[in-house]
């Protein structure tokens, strides 16, 4: 019943920069919190960022912390992930998801979303 669709990906120089969006659609309710996370290959889905429901309140992994900025569109049911100074270590397949429970701040967890998005590849490269 909702889906996401994320986009922006695409190739990167070191220390350039890229804004990812997730659009959502469907039978979306107004209260829920965003994440998003990344997938590198032969590695686990790991958490990157997390906004709530009023966009107010972010969470990030200490790995992007001061790189990377999360926000959010209600009216446009969009959310963003701005990222800057890349690195060649964030190179992976970045998702976007939606967790209903309301809880805050997030654990960091992906089994705690309800939804996901297909991904959107991002490679930093030289």
């Known amino acids: 019943q909702v889906q996401l669709v994320e986009s922006g990906g695409g190739l990167v120089q070191p220390g350039g920069s890229l804004r990812l969006s997730c659009a959502a659609s469907?039978?979306?309710?107004?209260?829920?919190?965003m994440g998003w996370f990344r997938q590198a290959l032969g590695k686990e889905r790991e958490f990157v960022a997390a906004?709530?429901?009023?966009?107010?309140?972010?969470y990030y992994a200490d790995s992007v912390k001061g790189r990377f900025t999360i926000s959010r569109d209600n009216a446009k049911k969009t959310m963003y992930l701005q990222m800057n100074s890349l690195k060649a270590e964030d190179t992976a397949v970045y998702y976007c998801a939606l967790d209903y429970s309301r809880r805050w701040p997030p654990s960091g967890g992906s089994r705690d979303y309800d939804y996901w998005g297909q991904g959107t590849q991002v490679t930093v490269s030289s």
């Open positions: 469907g039978r979306t309710s107004s209260t829920y919190s």
């Open positions: 906004v709530n429901w009023s966009g107010g309140s972010t």
